[in-house]
């Protein structure tokens, strides 16, 4: 094998990272090339049989990675189960994207996206979410090497965020008055209409009546969701590092979680509604990871597989209770607590 594909890079040889996202663009490519070739409007039956699949793959992934740990085909830099941590994580990171849902949605609806053209943006989007999740975790791998009392701002972050999430309501964002959405309509040529699945056409400027690019309504969404879960990453990424700080496995765990919720948009755009209350689950497993950092350093390693027992059964709590508290409620309902 090459040296350069044996050199390590945040703790790993350059081939598992190679390979993950070989695994990773080999599925976009066959999700856009061949199951999706043609816009069509997604429905909820396909949407679920898409997202059992990329879940099915999930599994088997961290089965993957359970064995090699088993077998020392690999080791954590922080010596706890990779796979036992590769799942907590993963699960973690699905349920926090629930609400991410919701956002995405509104977005689509802001800028009156047709639902056949939403996959192909949510598809596109995630090689950007490669990227810029990559980068997130570099630095905060990069900040954990170097400085290991960042681990117990993450713990009080967390703590803080879960608390948050319990007491302060929750309100719905306005996208019109996002930054973002007013920066890039006054600094670029953004087209009223949209141009079937295409980012950007040419037409005649209206000023000049020279050719130009454009930008559609199509691109600011995608640039918009994009934004919207850099933002949501600053809960979800401190999270799993909460549990293991190898790098590998936070990033792993976090793509193959984006990849099924961006599969299951479409049945849950439908009835995000009825996991609101889900957050209360998941701001009583935020409080917990948090408190665990403490523990872990000030008492002792708290088993990693009661982490993922306690995190799957908190979760599952919040999914039940939302489903029978909010059976027949009206699509896009938000109870009050």
Do not use: C
Not at 161 to 172: A, Q, Y
Not at 246 to 268: E, P, S
């Amino acid at each position: 094998m090459p040296d350069m594909l044996i050199a390590e890079w945040l703790g790993k040889p350059l081939w598992m990272w190679a390979g993950f996202l070989s695994i990773v663009i080999a599925l976009l490519v066959f999700d856009l090339g061949v199951w999706h070739k043609e816009d069509k409007e997604m429905g909820i039956t396909e949407s679920l049989w898409l997202s059992l699949f990329y879940f099915g793959f999930a599994i088997i992934y961290g089965a993957g990675i359970w064995w090699a740990y088993e077998a020392g085909v690999i080791t954590t830099s922080d010596q706890t189960h990779a796979g036992i941590t590769f799942f907590t994580g993963y699960f973690i990171e699905k349920a926090l994207s629930i609400d991410n849902v919701f956002v995405i949605s509104l977005i689509f609806g802001f800028f009156a996206i047709p639902r056949k053209y939403q996959y192909r943006a949510l598809v596109w989007g995630i090689l950007a979410v490669i990227v810029l999740r990559g980068i997130m975790i570099a630095v905060g791998a990069a900040l954990v090497q170097n400085y290991s009392w960042i681990l117990y701002f993450f713990g009080a972050f967390l703590i803080a965020t879960g608390i948050k999430m319990l007491f302060v309501p929750e309100g719905d964002p306005d996208v019109s008055k996002n930054p973002v959405v007013r920066f890039m309509k006054k600094r670029m040529r953004v087209t009223d209409e949209l141009h079937d699945q295409k980012f950007f056409v040419r037409k005649p400027d209206t000023k000049t009546g020279k050719v130009v690019l454009w930008a559609t309504p199509l691109f600011l969404a995608l640039v918009v969701i994009n934004i919207a879960d850099l933002v949501f990453a600053v809960d979800s990424v401190p999270a799993i590092f909460a549990i293991t700080t190898d790098t590998f496995i936070v990033y792993t765990a976090n793509i193959m979680a984006i990849l099924g919720l961006r599969a299951l948009y479409f049945a849950l755009a439908a009835m995000v509604h009825r996991f609101h209350y889900l957050k209360y689950s998941l701001a009583i497993v935020l409080v917990f990871i948090g408190l665990k950092i403490f523990w872990n350093n000030l008492v002792g390693k708290f088993p990693p597989e009661y982490s993922l027992g306690i995190t799957v059964l908190l979760i599952a709590a919040g999914i039940i209770y939302s489903l029978w508290k909010t059976r027949g409620d009206a699509p896009h309902e938000r109870p009050a607590p």
